[in-house]
């Protein structure tokens, strides 16, 4: 198994890693605003749900297919950047009731963990992380490779649930004022839909300047 200094200089560089805002922060902060805490924390266990996966595909070697696999690395790019646009998409596209006091579309628990999940399934950065930034830490000196790259992710995911749940609760907190006003309401399904469609560009941009 890996150093006690390892895994102490792994989680500082994820948690430097996962304070930056990418997609699965902008969807729970969003869902956070638009329907409150527990919409925000439901959305935080998609998400990691979705990191399950990548380090599932870690450890039993997906992520080594991809990265020789041109082909099968950029359709999950733009499938993951279709996605993001699609949610901008949608969010321009909605219209904030009238009144002072709108009431938000409230989303199903079921579908805010849905959408938590296929969020953090295709998103770059999660994918980028796992396939190449985990895998410097492991060591074959110290044992199995598949059982610290497990430990890495389990790390991972656990970090990342406190980062990401700070951001529900924060963002849960401050937007009661947005939720009362219908203009501000609107406008922040205008800025969630931008932010959407701008990550969605920088998805699938990702690594056309390796080129």
């Given at each position: 198994m890996p150093e006690i200094?390892?895994?102490?200089l792994f989680a500082a560089a994820t948690m430097a890693i996962l304070i930056v805002p990418g997609p699965a922060v902008v969807y729970i902060v969003t869902r956070s605003v638009a329907?409150?805490?527990s919409a925000g924390l439901v959305s935080v266990l998609g998400v990691h749900a979705g990191s399950a996966i990548h380090m599932v595909a870690?450890?039993?070697?997906?992520?080594?297919?991809?990265?020789a696999s041109a082909t099968a690395f950029t359709?999950?790019?733009y499938v993951g950047a279709a996605y993001l646009v699609w949610l901008g998409v949608r969010k321009l596209m909605s219209r904030a009731p009238e009144g002072d006091a709108p009431e938000p579309l409230q989303a199903s628990r079921t579908r805010l963990f849905t959408e938590g999940f296929v969020v953090n399934v295709l998103n770059p950065k999660t994918a980028i992380f796992?396939?190449?930034f985990l895998p410097q830490f492991a060591d074959p000196s110290r044992g199995p490779i598949a059982?610290?790259?497990?430990?890495?992710g389990v790390?991972?995911?656990?970090l990342g649930m406190a980062s990401d749940g700070t951001y529900a609760l924060l963002?849960?907190?401050l937007a009661g004022r947005l939720r009362r006003s219908a203009r501000a309401a609107r406008r922040l399904d205008i800025g969630s839909g931008v932010v959407y469609l701008g990550l969605g560009a920088v998805a699938a941009l990702t690594g056309e300047s390796a080129k």
């Open positions: 200094s390892t895994l102490a329907q409150g805490r870690a450890t039993l070697g997906i992520s080594a297919l991809l990265a359709i999950v790019k796992f396939l190449a059982p610290q790259i497990v430990l890495f790390v991972w995911i656990v963002a849960s907190a």
